[in-house]
Each structure stands twice: as C-alpha cells, then as structure tokens.
C-alpha cells in the first residue's frame, strides 16, 4: 500500500518536530517546510537521512509548489512564543494569513486534507470556564497580542471559507498550552523559562500575583491527539490540551522542587491582556476521538526538565 504524504509547515519547530517523527513512525512520508525563523535543524537532524522525509527551508508567506501526490497540508508555521510575535507582529499576521491562504491553495490543487494548528488564544482573556468550542472568545483585536490572536482567528475563519466554498476537507486544532523537549530555552513561555531560571539558580520571574492558570499538556499527548484528528472526518474547531488547571505560582513551585533549585520566585507585572484562566473542555474531543491526554503535570516536567539539562 501507498504511504500517505504529508506536508508539514513549520515542521522544524516544537510541535512541528514531534509531529514529523510521530508521522514517519506511523508509515507515512513527510515533506517538512521551515524557514527556521524559531524552528531549528537540531529538531529535525535525526531524520535527514531517512527515506521518508524531506526538508525544504521556505517561507510559507510565498506561493507553495510541491511535486507529484500529497495527501495531507498541516499547516503548523506559526510565531507561537510571545517573545516571538510581540518582537515580530507583521511576520506574525503574515503567516496566519498570506501562509494559511498559500497552505489552503497547495490543499485545494492536490485535493488533500487540511489542517490548521490553531490556538486557545482565539479564545482571548476569557469570560467563559473552561472553554468549549461554542465560545467566540473575548480578545483585544488591536492590542499588543491581536497579531497573534487575530491571526488565528483569521486563519480559522479562512479554514471554514475553504471548506464551505470549496468543499474542502478541513481539521482545526484549537492547541492549548503545550510543553516537552526540544522546547528552546529563550522561548518566553513559562514552562521553559522557569525550567531554565531554576536550573542556573536565577529568580524565577512570575506575573502579577501568579494566580492566573494554565493547563499544560505533554507533547506526546497532543501529537496524540492530532493524529487522531487528521485521520478523523471532524471538519470543525476542536480543542486539544490537558483539562488540569494550575497557577503560574504552582507551576513554578513544583518546577524548583523537582530541580531542587536554589532560586527565589519574583514578580513583575503583568502583561497586557494576559489571559487570567485557560482551561480547555475537551469534551468533545473525548467524543470524537476518544482522545484525552494521559501524562500528569509532574511526569511531563521531569522529562522536560532532564531534557533541558542536557543542554544547559
């Protein structure tokens, strides 16, 4: 039987990277795009050499032409990081559009399946716990986030356009908070900068009161849960990440004693629009894909934790 091609962009990156090796060890072939503006070659250099991959540097902003079959688009590229989207808001917004509108033509000339690794961002600074897929989300459209936000928002709402005007086959990956090497170290989210600030016995740096939650879910979780939902028929939004909230102050407490750190928590204040919860309902997910995620908070950090150790 014919192995299944699948176009990943971004595919250098954190998830990217993942979803390559998850997808060659399943069978199928895959065909990486990065322009490692955040991805990195490290992530993706054990499998260079294998007949089932390919790795093409290309800026997905540009008009996308692959040779011959393919059978799946995941289109992963993505300035995820704060760090990264609030120091480049332009090549933030370009990606989720111009890159989602260029992945969407490559999917509609090869009549492949699509799918778009959204964000629990669209959901903003929520009014409604935890979130379902039916909430629209209350988010600042101009504010220093809104290239992030709004991105995905538009590259959903262009998703959906694809599917209803062109009969497209489409999946949307609403991904909530996820961690787990290859992780970089001055991504500017919280699990890796915690990890690294308690590793080299620097304060580890916390926001407002650290009371606002998260709920973190393990990488191999939700490679997991996107393959589930790549081989499904769901066209929709659905959510995908670990129900289990924590406070940033918990976080940061069970990361100094699992490294037995020596720093001190510190606080500055508070970004704009700073989301106060994030909790996904993944009740739907369970349901049609009887998915949900199965490494606990603790497990998941000492993995990440020996990981970033190694490369202090």
């Known amino acids: 039987m014919r192995k299944k091609i699948v176009v990943i962009t971004g595919g250098a990156g954190f998830i990217g990277s993942h979803l390559c090796d998850k997808l060659i060890q399943e069978g199928h072939r895959v065909i990486c795009l990065d322009n490692l503006s955040t991805g ?14 390919r790795f093409k540097e290309f800026n997905v902003t540009k008009y996308i032409a692959i ?13 995820a990081s704060p760090e990264d989207y609030l120091k480049f808001p332009i090549q933030t917004l370009k990606v989720g559009s111009l890159g989602t509108h260029n ?37 600042n459209p101009i504010g220093v986030r809104g290239c992030y936000d709004e991105g995905k928002r538009f590259a959903e709402a262009i998703t959906m356009a694809y599917h209803r005007v062109h009969r497209l086959d489409t999946r949307i990956a609403r991904i909530f908070n996820t961690y787990g090497p290859r992780m970089r170290i001055n991504d500017g989210r919280a699990i890796p900068n915690f ?31 996107i393959c589930k939902l790549m081989l499904s028929s769901f066209n929709e939004p659905l959510n995908l990440g670990n129900p289990q ?41 369970k349901k049609v894909l009887n998915w949900q995620p199965n490494i606990e908070l603790e497990e998941g950090l000492k993995k990440t934790i020996g990981w970033f150790k190694l490369r202090r």
């Open 195 to 225: 990890i690294y600030q308690a590793i080299t016995h620097k304060p580890i740096t916390a926001y407002g009161k650290g009371k606002q939650t998260r709920s973190f879910c393990y990488i191999s979780d939700l490679t997991d849960g």
């Open 40 to 53: 990195r070659i490290e992530n993706i250099k054990h499998l260079l050499k294998d007949r089932n991959f």
């Open 245 to 285: 909230e924590f406070t940033i102050l918990e976080l940061a407490k069970q990361i100094l004693a699992l490294t037995a750190s020596k720093s001190k928590i510190i606080f500055k204040v508070l970004p704009q629009d700073d989301p106060r919860q994030r909790q996904p309902d993944i009740s739907k997910a």
């Open 103 to 139: 992945a969407l033509g490559l999917t509609k000339e090869k009549k492949a399946v699509f799918m778009l690794a959204s964000t629990s961002e669209v959901y903003g600074d929520p009014l409604v716990h935890p979130q379902p897929e039916s909430y629209w989300g209350n988010v």
């Open 67 to 79: 040779k011959g079959k393919v059978d799946y688009v995941l289109h992963f590229a993505s300035l």
